[in-house]
């Protein structure tokens, strides 16, 4: 395919395709689609080799949030049956975070319900951060709290933090039919203001919601416009007891081809599968490692995901391997960038990996033939995209994760999409239009039990 030739090339050489591009990515046939993934899968091969990052969640405060998003289990009037309780304890979290490092987690996500952090809630994150690195002090912590206010990013970072999460979740023109309690010019303020810190930024979208193909063209497109270093991609989890319950509007030939638009538009950021991927892709989930160089381990915010194990025999089974700690996530062009920015430099607009993410460019996976001459990473850099780009190089596989069944994963943003396992796969609609409902249960994480998660 012409379309293909030309979106490889453009993602060998860190340029983002046209709109129309990304919008006809979406529009490609079944019979296209393992030739959209093996294009897609050259260009993730390009910036990232065959490394899988892994990130692993502990859900600090759970339910009870006052906030009206449509998607999420946790809003203001839920009847979902989730697990509610407040804040953690600093030694409780760190020995959660414990078990993800041991799966062969790089990145722990702290996330919290609610609004946004008060005081003396980032003086309580603070504290867990220093458990956390007390014990590990290459851990990347990426925090999740919802909105900022002033100087809380900036003191975030002072107590440790690499990295905020706050997702944009879908496009500007249809956020208000999302959630009311709060805009979308909220979101994109606290992610400028994380990046303004010197944190690095975690942005992403949540598909499966109803939205068009416009809005999620939109929506990436924004996402590289903030210069976010990390993309989650969530697939909606129909939770029971939300407005969104009955939104089965997902296959898993769909979620390729949002992961490959995704891909296309961000060819030297990390991509990641967050939430719902068990649900949505189920056996076809090894495709998606050749588009995402990252995922959550184990479990979400409030449901169960596959098992820690499970997902690192896939990382395997698929040809690829885990990304190790002392391993650079982000191409050198961008991890460059993220110095700068941490130190205040003139580049903060860019941001770039998080703590020991810095500095080491990789050759491709695929050897020189698929690395063009003088790449230059134009990703979202301001003034820096004229770095020159270097291409990840195959180094020597991760040290092997430990047993990751002990290991849950995690969510992206603490109010967005929550992740749910499935027994025997997740329920969409079937070429008739029927609810498939025999496919899937989702498990609550924790369900009959007064254990709070990862605790």
């Given at each position: 395919?012409?379309?293909?030739?030309?979106?490889?090339?453009?993602?060998?050489?860190?340029?983002?395709?046209?709109?129309?591009?990304?919008?006809?990515?979406?529009?490609?046939t079944?019979?296209e689609?393992?030739?959209v993934?093996?294009?897609?899968?050259?260009?993730?091969?390009?910036?990232?080799g065959?490394?899988?990052k892994?990130?692993?969640?502990?859900?600090?405060?759970s339910?009870?949030?006052?906030?009206?998003?449509?998607?999420?289990?946790?809003?203001?009037?839920?009847?979902?049956?989730?697990?509610?309780?407040?804040?953690?304890?600093?030694?409780?979290?760190?020995?959660?975070?414990?078990?993800?490092?041991?799966?062969?987690a790089?990145?722990?996500?702290?996330?919290?319900s609610?609004?946004?952090?008060?005081?003396?809630?980032?003086?309580?994150?603070?504290?867990?951060?220093?458990?956390?690195?007390?014990?590990?002090?290459?851990?990347?912590?990426?925090?999740?709290l919802?909105?900022?206010?002033?100087?809380?990013?900036?003191?975030?970072?002072?107590?440790?933090?690499?990295?905020?999460?706050?997702?944009?979740?879908?496009?500007?023109?249809?956020y208000?039919?999302?959630?009311?309690?709060?805009?979308?010019?909220?979101?994109?303020?606290?992610?400028?203001?994380?990046?303004?810190?010197?944190?690095?930024?975690?942005?992403?979208?949540?598909?499966g919601?109803?939205?068009?193909?416009?809005?999620?063209?939109?929506?990436?497109?924004?996402?590289?416009?903030?210069?976010?270093?990390?993309?989650?991609?969530?697939?909606?989890?129909?939770?029971?007891?939300?407005?969104?319950?009955?939104e089965?509007?997902?296959?898993?030939?769909?979620?390729?081809?949002?992961?490959?638009?995704?891909?296309?538009?961000?060819?030297?950021?990390?991509?990641?599968?967050?939430?719902?991927?068990?649900?949505?892709?189920?056996?076809?989930?090894?495709?998606?490692l050749?588009?995402?160089?990252?995922?959550?381990?184990?479990?979400?915010?409030?449901?169960?995901?596959?098992?820690?194990?499970?997902?690192?025999d896939?990382?395997?089974?698929?040809?690829?391997?885990?990304?190790?700690?002392?391993?650079?996530?982000?191409?050198?062009?961008?991890?460059?960038?993220?110095a700068?920015?941490?130190?205040?430099?003139?580049?903060?607009?860019?941001?770039?990996?998080?703590?020991?993410?810095?500095?080491?460019?990789e050759?491709?996976?695929?050897?020189?033939a698929?690395?063009?001459?003088?790449?230059?990473?134009?990703?979202?850099?301001?003034?820096?995209?004229?770095h020159?780009?270097?291409?990840?190089?195959?180094?020597?596989?991760?040290?092997?994760?430990?047993?990751?069944?002990?290991?849950?994963?995690?969510?992206?943003?603490?109010g967005?999409?929550?992740?749910?396992?499935?027994?025997?796969?997740?329920?969409?609609?079937?070429?008739?239009?029927?609810?498939?409902?025999d496919?899937?249960?989702?498990?609550?994480?924790?369900?009959?039990t007064?254990?709070?998660?990862?605790?």
């Amino acid at each position: 395919m012409d379309l293909l030739d030309t979106l490889t090339a453009k993602g060998l050489r860190g340029e983002a395709p046209t709109r129309e591009e990304a919008l006809a990515v979406l529009a490609t046939t079944d019979d296209e689609l393992l030739d959209v993934v093996a294009a897609a899968g050259r260009v993730r091969r390009r910036w990232f080799g065959r490394r899988v990052k892994l990130n692993y969640l502990v859900n600090l405060k759970s339910g009870l949030c006052p906030e009206d998003c449509s998607y999420c289990s946790q809003r203001l009037g839920s009847k979902a049956e989730i697990l509610k309780y407040t804040w953690l304890k600093p030694d409780q979290a760190a020995e959660a975070a414990k078990a993800g490092v041991a799966g062969g987690a790089k990145r722990v996500c702290l996330v919290a319900s609610g609004r946004g952090p008060t005081d003396r809630d980032i003086d309580r994150v603070a504290d867990t951060i220093s458990a956390i690195k007390e014990a590990d002090p290459a851990v990347e912590i990426c925090a999740c709290l919802g909105l900022l206010s002033d100087n809380q990013a900036e003191r975030l970072k002072a107590a440790g933090a690499d990295a905020y999460n706050h997702n944009l979740n879908t496009s500007e023109g249809t956020y208000g039919d999302i959630a009311t309690t709060h805009t979308y010019a909220d979101r994109v303020d606290t992610v400028q203001k994380a990046h303004g810190a010197g944190l690095s930024a975690c942005s992403g979208l949540i598909a499966g919601m109803g939205e068009s193909d416009e809005d999620l063209v939109d929506v990436v497109f924004a996402l590289r416009e903030l210069g976010s270093d990390s993309v989650p991609v969530n697939f909606l989890i129909p939770f029971e007891g939300t407005p969104l319950a009955k939104e089965w509007n997902l296959t898993p030939q769909r979620c390729l081809r949002i992961l490959a638009m995704v891909r296309f538009v961000n060819p030297d950021t990390e991509v990641r599968i967050a939430g719902g991927r068990e649900v949505h892709l189920r056996t076809m989930q090894p495709l998606g490692l050749h588009l995402a160089n990252s995922i959550f381990l184990g479990d979400y915010l409030t449901s169960e995901g596959q098992a820690g194990q499970a997902d690192l025999d896939m990382i395997k089974d698929a040809g690829f391997e885990v990304e190790g700690a002392g391993e650079a996530t982000l191409p050198r062009h961008r991890a460059d960038v993220a110095a700068a920015a941490a130190a205040g430099g003139a580049c903060g607009t860019a941001g770039g990996g998080c703590g020991p993410c810095g500095g080491h460019g990789e050759e491709p996976a695929g050897g020189p033939a698929e690395a063009p001459g003088d790449a230059q990473g134009g990703h979202g850099c301001g003034p820096c995209g004229g770095h020159r780009a270097e291409p990840a190089r195959d180094e020597a596989p991760a040290a092997g994760a430990s047993d990751g069944g002990a290991a849950d994963g995690g969510a992206s943003d603490g109010g967005a999409a929550d992740g749910g396992a499935a027994d025997g796969g997740a329920a969409d609609g079937n070429p008739n239009g029927e609810l498939r409902s025999d496919l899937v249960r989702v498990r609550r994480r924790g369900a009959g039990t007064e254990l709070a998660p990862n605790a």
